[in-house]
């Protein structure tokens, strides 16, 4: 079975016989599956009227224990792994659709805390039961080992290259 790597692979040996081109195909396949992937995703988020850096926030919101009381825009950022300037306008596109709360901390006026509201949670909770249907519908053609053991490859190669982005930072 050949997928569109294979092709620009086969063209590589053609010309450049000498070169080994197989990190091109790990990582082009990666790259790809990535496009197509996040693609699949965004499709679902769609249709619950988010974007996927909206439903990242939301979601973050959902799984944190910080409850009722929300967590500080600082502790959403270094959870999402993005810019406080991205984070900014999420929230401000969020609150906008009234899906959460940005309120000042009554026990620190410096700190913002951001909650869900109740329209947030049901509308997180009902994208989260599709994105996890979808997610399962996009691994299906995976037997349970071969994902346990995607997982395990993928988690070695991340730790690796978070590591190494960490140390420039």
Excluded: C, Y
Aim: proline share 2%; net charge negative; charged share 30%.
């Amino acid at each position: 079975m050949a997928d569109s790597v294979d092709r620009i692979l086969a063209q590589w040996a053609n010309v450049r016989p000498e070169l080994d081109v197989s990190a091109m195909g790990v990582l082009g396949r990666l790259s790809r599956l990535t496009r197509l992937l996040e693609r699949a995703q965004s499709d679902v988020f769609d249709t619950h009227g988010l974007q996927p850096g909206e439903f990242d926030i939301l979601a973050t919101l959902l799984r944190s224990e910080a409850g009722p009381r929300g967590l500080t825009a600082g502790a959403l950022s270094g959870s999402a792994m993005v810019t406080s300037g991205a984070i900014t306008n999420r929230l401000d596109r969020l609150v906008a659709k009234e899906l959460i709360s940005r309120e000042v901390d009554p026990e620190n006026r410096r700190t913002v805390r951001v909650a869900l509201t109740a329209r947030g949670a049901e509308v997180v909770e009902a994208a989260l039961a599709d994105h996890v249907d979808n997610e399962e519908r996009l691994l299906e053609s995976l037997s349970v080992a071969d994902r346990r053991q995607l997982e395990r490859l993928l988690r070695g190669l991340l730790v690796v290259h978070e590591a190494d982005a960490t140390q420039a930072e």
